[in-house]
């Protein structure tokens, strides 16, 4: 099924190679959690302080369903 | 008037506006890279009175991209510099420099005399402080943040939108301050440019806020983007479950 990857800021780099902006349609097995998902990508887990599907904040373990956006942020915190 | 002529004739702004401006009282938490620049724009604009809070003193690594010093302010004080600095920019802004760091138990004696606060510090722990005491107090912030060649912002208005920890809701409020982060000279100046606006449109009441948006600025691609979101049900800082 098709789901959206977004990541933002220093994790933007692990998109799919060739992802211009900070999404990217993926495809992915049917029962596949967030944490399925990032490790896939070899997202670090330390460096993911938000999770968000669709706008909702959500869980590692999160289910992903066909169609969710599933948004990965990172904390920034200089000044 | 003359020195602020060019704002007065913006659409919505006019003779009122600058008077409001200038019974207005901004705090800028952090003196440095974010803190110049909306120091430099809050005093341009003539907000009446602008408090500095900021602990440390300068350093020849912060020059390239903490506008507001020069080598010869090396070793000075910051919040105690940049009020001078900042006096010659404007002699008709009142400066309250405090040279101190943010903390819990001083927070709302601090923050309590500003009507807006802007967020140029440097770590999560004391980020958490300044949510916690803004949705106390119910003052509007401006958060800023960099690191590398990205940078965010976004506006929290306290029970009006989503606050710090909406976004954050994993953050302890321990965590550690980086010391040294690599960070690219413009990029806190492209957002703290963008926070010192946010503090204007607050302040005269024109536009709309950045609330329930951040917008991220990420340099190596030229790109902006938006992530949107909402009050969290669950936020330990400002849900009431």
Request: glycine share 10%; net charge neutral; charged share 20%.
């Given at each position: 099924?098709?789901v959206?990857l977004k990541?933002?800021?220093?994790l933007?780099?692990?998109l799919?190679p060739?992802?211009?902006?900070?999404?990217?349609?993926?495809?992915?097995p049917?029962?596949t959690?967030?944490?399925?998902?990032?490790?896939a990508?070899?997202v670090p887990?330390d460096?993911?302080?938000i999770?968000?599907?669709?706008?909702?904040?959500?869980d590692?373990?999160?289910?992903?369903?066909?169609?969710?956006?599933?948004?990965g942020?990172?904390?920034?915190?200089?000044? | 008037m003359?020195?602020?002529?060019?704002?007065?004739?913006l659409?919505?702004w006019g003779?009122?506006?600058q008077?409001?401006?200038?019974r207005d009282r901004?705090?800028?938490?952090?003196?440095?890279g974010?803190?110049?620049?909306?120091l430099?724009?809050?005093?341009?604009a003539?907000?009446?009175?602008?408090g500095?809070?900021d602990d440390?003193?300068v350093?020849?690594?912060n020059l390239?991209?903490?506008?507001?010093?020069?080598?010869?302010?090396?070793?000075r004080?910051?919040?105690?510099?940049?009020?001078?600095?900042?006096?010659?920019?404007?002699?008709?802004?009142?400066?309250?420099?405090?040279p101190?760091?943010?903390?819990?138990d001083?927070?709302?004696?601090l923050f309590?005399?500003?009507?807006?606060?802007?967020?140029?510090?440097?770590?999560?722990?004391?980020?958490?402080v300044?949510?916690?005491?803004?949705?106390?107090?119910?003052?509007?912030?401006?958060?800023?943040a960099v690191?590398?060649?990205?940078?965010?912002?976004?506006?929290?208005?306290p029970?009006?939108?989503?606050?710090?920890?909406?976004?954050?809701?994993?953050?302890t409020?321990?965590?550690?301050?980086?010391e040294e982060f690599?960070?690219l000279?413009?990029?806190?100046?492209?957002i703290?440019?963008?926070?010192?606006?946010e503090?204007?449109?607050?302040?005269?009441?024109?536009g709309?806020?950045?609330v329930?948006r951040?917008l991220?600025?990420?340099?190596?691609?030229g790109?902006?983007?938006?992530f949107?979101?909402?009050?969290?049900?669950?936020?330990?800082?400002c849900s009431?479950r």
């Amino acid at each position: 099924m098709k789901v959206v990857l977004k990541l933002y800021a220093t994790l933007q780099n692990y998109l799919p190679p060739g992802t211009q902006g900070t999404a990217a349609e993926v495809e992915i097995p049917a029962g596949t959690t967030i944490e399925d998902l990032f490790k896939a990508y070899n997202v670090p887990l330390d460096q993911v302080k938000i999770i968000m599907v669709n706008g909702r904040h959500t869980d590692l373990d999160y289910e992903i369903q066909e169609g969710d956006q599933v948004a990965g942020f990172p904390a920034i915190a200089g000044g | 008037m003359e020195r602020y002529r060019r704002q007065i004739i913006l659409p919505g702004w006019g003779t009122e506006g600058q008077e409001k401006l200038r019974r207005d009282r901004v705090l800028v938490v952090g003196a440095g890279g974010l803190g110049s620049i909306n120091l430099y724009y809050l005093t341009g604009a003539g907000v009446g009175t602008i408090g500095i809070v900021d602990d440390d003193t300068v350093t020849l690594s912060n020059l390239h991209r903490q506008i507001l010093y020069t080598t010869d302010d090396l070793g000075r004080p910051k919040a105690e510099c940049a009020a001078q600095k900042l006096k010659r920019l404007n002699p008709e802004v009142v400066f309250e420099a405090y040279p101190i760091s943010l903390k819990n138990d001083t927070a709302d004696e601090l923050f309590k005399n500003y009507d807006v606060i802007v967020d140029g510090l440097d770590n999560l722990a004391a980020r958490n402080v300044l949510n916690a005491t803004c949705l106390r107090l119910n003052k509007p912030w401006v958060h800023g943040a960099v690191s590398e060649f990205y940078g965010v912002v976004t506006t929290f208005v306290p029970h009006q939108g989503p606050c710090w920890r909406c976004l954050y809701r994993n953050i302890t409020g321990n965590e550690k301050r980086k010391e040294e982060f690599p960070i690219l000279g413009p990029v806190p100046g492209v957002i703290g440019s963008i926070q010192a606006g946010e503090v204007l449109k607050l302040l005269t009441g024109l536009g709309s806020k950045l609330v329930g948006r951040m917008l991220v600025w990420q340099a190596l691609q030229g790109r902006w983007s938006e992530f949107s979101f909402t009050r969290d049900p669950y936020c330990p800082a400002c849900s009431s479950r």
